[in-house]
């Protein structure tokens, strides 16, 4: 063997040795997924990432008609999700629409002093504050939260902290292709499951537990692709996101931006909110709720969009509806407790599965209440009720099973009509089938007032052409035989029947 050769096996044989050794350890892979992104330092100088130009999907909105319906996907489009890494604030902005359906949303979380704050922009409608919790979304993310916490900088940088050196990786397949597979924790020590591309080294997709508000605990997984240089720095620019093995969103955006000093005024609290943004940095909980009489023994809380009907009894109260957030039903607990001091809320009805109508009900089952729910319901409203919520914990998963599991509020699932009469007041439950809106849909009448309660088919007081839900409604009233005055609105307020009645016309066609 020449001198030549000699050193060349040598080189080999040591080179051969160090793969042997050092066949990769999750923490050598996260590390490299970090320097594949700029490395440790370039990512730590992110203050703010902006991503722009979304377009994609977002399933999980819970619009079907019936329940057990396959859902389709909403398109998303000019989709901006922005975070602000620096300073714990994040903001979802974004055109959805859902068949016939179309809303322009923007969700923020930003900070009033050291206080966290939602800041809600739906469409044209008054802008309004929160707490955090008061935020409902149907971006990418399920809150502007969600962003912040799981977001491929954050996740990378707490990956190369926690996984761990003595941890050999392993192969495992993901979508039909192979990864070094390893496991980390997330800055708050949640369990991180890290896909690594073997050839890129990046990060290719994350495995972490999710409290979703609907779903409840479920493992999500966040698929991140399409990596392209900004500034120095390597960043995905196409986000999938999968909760319970199913598609919850996908979004490619077409630009990042790095450190753009033009997302401070997107975290600016707007001047109309102000007054409530400093009520709900002060507050705990903060969300909107106001209360007021409709009639004899019935009333409407108004939250920001989604409203709720109270029916008064002698010595308990009934409702219909707690929809959007827990903080929203918290609030609405909180002024009930005020204008109703001695009356417990016995009972609250669900006038169907759509998920922006039953966001509050763990909040209220948390809250002792039984929940009536029609039968058709049940496949979307038992599931609800009996989650597991523990990243946050929510109010119902602590009293049931927190150190002293409390007594809280179960499911009544009924079928058909249902009537419940105590002193003189009665509250009907009366499902109609057959709407193209939902299947059913559950019309809250309360004798007293001869009020009836509904969201989505008709919204009160409008005196516009209503289409054909509307039309149905009208239909189905007639047939039950109510004799109704006021209708009340789980949208917009409160109306007369002979308005509603102008308004359930089908649109004037156009040819
Ligand atoms: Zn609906």
């Given at each position: 063997m020449s001198f030549r050769n000699?050193?060349?096996?040598?080189?080999?044989?040591?080179?051969?040795?160090?793969?042997?050794?050092?066949?990769?350890?999750?923490?050598?892979?996260?590390?490299?997924?970090?320097?594949?992104?700029?490395?440790?330092?370039?990512?730590?100088?992110?203050?703010?990432?902006?991503?722009?130009?979304?377009?994609g999907t977002r399933l999980r909105m819970g619009q079907m008609v019936k329940a057990t319906d396959e859902e389709?996907?909403?398109?998303?489009?000019?989709?901006?999700?922005?975070?602000?890494?620096?300073?714990?604030?994040?903001?979802?902005?974004?055109?959805?629409?859902?068949?016939?359906?179309?809303?322009?949303?923007?969700?923020?979380?930003?900070?009033?002093?050291?206080?966290?704050?939602?800041?809600?922009?739906?469409?044209?409608?008054?802008?309004?504050?929160?707490?955090?919790?008061?935020?409902?979304?149907?971006?990418?993310?399920?809150?502007?939260?969600?962003?912040?916490?799981?977001?491929?900088?954050?996740?990378?940088?707490?990956?190369?902290?926690?996984?761990?050196?003595?941890?050999p990786a392993q192969d495992k397949e993901l979508n039909g292709k192979m990864y070094k597979f390893a496991t980390g924790k997330t800055k708050d020590g949640q369990d991180l499951g890290l896909y690594f591309d073997p050839q890129s080294k990046t990060l290719a997709a994350y495995e972490v537990v999710d409290t979703e508000t609907i779903l409840g605990d479920v493992p999500a997984q966040y698929i991140v692709s399409d990596y392209k240089a900004v500034d120095g720095i390597t960043l995905p620019h196409h986000i999938t996101v999968r909760k319970a093995g199913k598609d919850y969103s996908d979004v490619q955006f077409s630009s990042v931006a790095v450190n753009d000093p033009a997302v401070e005024q997107v975290f600016a609290i707007p001047e109309s909110a102000a007054a409530e943004a400093e009520k709900a940095a002060a507050a705990d909980e903060y969300s909107p709720m106001k209360i007021t009489k409709v009639g004899n023994g019935v009333y409407h809380a108004q939250g920001y969009s989604h409203h709720t009907m109270i029916v008064e009894f002698p010595q308990w109260l009934a409702l219909m509806d707690a929809p959007y957030t827990e903080t929203q039903t918290k609030m609405l607990w909180r002024a009930i407790q005020e204008q109703f001091p001695a009356k417990p809320v016995k009972y609250v009805a669900v006038s169907h599965h759509h998920y922006d109508h039953i966001g509050g009900l763990r909040a209220a089952a948390a809250m002792g209440a039984t929940i009536l729910v029609e039968k058709g319901h049940e496949p979307i409203l038992r599931p609800l009720l009996e989650a597991r919520h523990?990243?946050?914990?929510?109010?119902?998963?602590?009293?049931?099973?927190?150190?002293?599991?409390?007594?809280?509020?179960?499911?009544?699932v009924y079928e058909g009509n249902k009537i419940i009469s105590e002193g003189g007041q009665s509250f009907g439950l009366y499902p109609i089938t057959?709407?193209?809106?939902?299947?059913?849909?559950?019309?809250?009448?309360?004798?007293?007032?001869?009020?009836?309660?509904?969201?989505?088919?008709?919204?009160?007081?409008?005196?516009?052409?209503?289409?054909?839900?509307?039309?149905?409604?009208?239909?189905?009233?007639?047939?039950?035989?109510?004799?109704?005055?006021?209708?009340?609105?789980?949208?917009?307020?409160?109306?007369?029947?002979?308005?509603?009645?102008?308004?359930?016309?089908?649109?004037?066609?156009?040819?």
């Open positions: 000699r050193f060349t096996f040598i080189t080999l044989a040591v080179l051969a040795l160090n793969a042997c050794s050092s066949a990769p350890t999750a923490r050598s892979l996260a590390q490299d997924a970090v320097r594949a992104m700029g490395g440790t330092e370039k990512l730590q100088s992110i203050k703010t990432l902006s991503m722009k130009g979304g377009t389709n996907p909403g398109q998303l489009k000019n989709v901006v999700d922005i975070v602000d890494l620096a300073n714990g604030r994040a903001s979802l902005d974004y055109d959805l629409q859902n068949g016939g359906f179309m809303q322009h949303r923007h969700e923020i979380l930003t900070k009033r002093g050291d206080k966290p704050v939602g800041i809600e922009i739906v469409g044209t409608r008054p802008i309004i504050a929160t707490s955090p919790g008061g935020l409902f979304s149907w971006g990418t993310q399920n809150s502007p939260d969600f962003l912040l916490r799981r977001n491929a900088v954050t996740i990378a940088l707490s990956a190369a902290e926690s996984a761990a050196d003595s941890q523990t990243h946050p914990q929510d109010e119902l998963d602590r009293r049931r099973n927190g150190q002293s599991a409390q007594t809280v509020g179960t499911l009544e057959g709407s193209p809106h939902v299947d059913p849909m559950v019309l809250g009448y309360a004798s007293s007032a001869r009020a009836l309660f509904q969201p989505d088919l008709y919204t009160p007081p409008s005196t516009m052409p209503g289409g054909p839900a509307a039309v149905h409604l009208a239909q189905s009233i007639k047939k039950l035989n109510l004799k109704v005055d006021t209708m009340v609105g789980g949208h917009g307020g409160v109306g007369t029947y002979a308005d509603f009645l102008k308004a359930a016309v089908a649109p004037a066609s156009s040819n």
